[in-house]
């Protein structure tokens, strides 16, 4: 069965730090993959993804992410953080295959700090 | 435009009793997807609909879950009876059929059972 493991449950770290939160899983064919953000008390909202192509993506707010296939990777990134990125980042992967079938992380929480 | 929507936000009850979760999904999405999150853990898809039809229904505990897709627009999820472990928070999410994969949230129900 196919897992995705985040390597961090929590982040804390200052404004104009840089965060880099990591994103692995098992799967041996092809994938979609996503990162979803969910702020405190709001929902679950896309942050950024990737289907085919440019391994590199960039999503809102400043967020980019890579993926490393060779490493079954696809960390997020941000160079400089603000306090509003405080929040709970979950990163997803569905087989092409596998028709909306989101297999989910356990999340990251990351908080900034003033 | 209107985002998924679920009510009721809450809901606290005893072991034992029936509870109900609706969810009105985005206008002209006909993919409509029910989630489970446990505390700490990222969403486990229960189940998929397109249109009223449950195509991906594998993870729904049959014995005491059920859901409807009635016309093919808004769904409820039901639990009878809830037992302790059924308190989580309950997630709906809807996409377009040829954006499959890009799932859009509603805010969840948080489920208490006592």
């Known amino acids: 069965a196919q897992s995705v493991s985040q390597h961090n449950h929590h982040v804390i770290l200052s404004e104009a730090a840089s965060l880099e939160l990591g994103c692995n899983y098992s799967?041996?064919?092809?994938?979609?993959l996503f990162w979803y953000v969910q702020y405190p008390g709001q929902h679950l909202q896309l942050l950024l993804k990737?289907?085919?192509?440019?391994?590199l993506v960039k999503g809102i707010k400043g967020f980019e992410a890579e993926f490393i296939k060779s490493k079954f990777s696809f960390n997020l990134r941000k160079p400089s953080v603000q306090w509003s990125d405080t929040a709970e980042y979950f990163c997803?992967?569905?087989?092409?295959?596998?028709?909306?079938?989101?297999?989910f992380g356990a999340g990251t929480q990351v908080v900034v700090t003033p | 435009e209107a985002g998924v929507v679920q009510s009721p936000r809450y809901k606290i009850i005893e072991k034992k009793q029936p509870v109900a979760f609706w969810c009105n999904p985005i206008?002209?999405?006909?993919?409509l997807y029910w989630y489970r999150q446990n505390l700490g853990q990222g969403p486990e898809l229960l189940i998929r609909?397109?249109?009223?039809?449950?195509?991906?229904d594998s993870q729904l505990p049959k014995d005491r879950f059920s859901a409807e897709r009635l016309k093919g627009v808004d769904s409820t999820l039901k639990i009878q009876p809830a037992e302790l472990g059924d308190s989580a928070v309950y997630l709906c999410?809807?996409?377009?059929?040829?954006?499959?994969?890009?799932?859009?949230f509603g805010p969840g129900t948080r489920l208490t059972v006592l």
């Open positions: 799967y041996g064919g092809t994938v979609n």
């Open positions: 990737y289907f085919s192509g440019d391994p």
């Open positions: 999410a809807s996409s377009f059929r040829r954006t499959y994969n890009e799932q859009f």
């Open positions: 609909y397109e249109n009223e039809e449950a195509v991906d």
């Open positions: 206008s002209g999405h006909n993919t």
């Open positions: 997803a992967v569905t087989p092409t295959d596998s028709w909306g079938k989101l297999q």
